[in-house]
């Protein structure tokens, strides 16, 4: 994930490693860190969540259960069916990351 991350310039780099923080604090050990879809992501049992950075978001995958499930908390947000951008232009909702993801492992679980 690293060398994905190092291909961005610094400002995007320094939101892309807060992202990632986030997500590895809340997922279960054992958790794969893999690239699939030309994406970092995280797989336990089936695949939680990818992410990607864009020209002015960062792309956040979370299926489109998760999307259903936290459709109030992300109506801010631009996105569709199985996708949410998270433009750079606002702090990214970290907080909200986590919730989601935590929502994917339990689902997945």
């Known amino acids: 994930m690293e060398e994905y991350i190092n291909t961005f310039p610094e400002p995007t780099q320094k939101i892309l490693r807060e992202v990632l923080a986030a997500i590895r604090s809340v997922v279960p050990e ?3 860190e893999k690239m699939a879809y030309g994406m970092p992501t995280f797989k336990f049992k089936k695949n939680i969540v990818h992410f990607a950075a864009w020209n002015k978001h960062v792309g956040f995958y979370p299926t ?4 259903r499930a936290f459709q109030m908390e992300l109506s801010s947000y631009e996105g569709s069916k199985g996708a949410i951008k998270f433009p750079f232009e606002k702090p990214m909702p970290l907080e909200l990351i986590k919730e989601i993801v935590k929502f994917r492992v339990k689902e997945i679980s």
Do not use: K, V, Y
């Open 64 to 67: 489109p259960s998760a999307i």
């Open 30 to 32: 054992g958790t794969e």
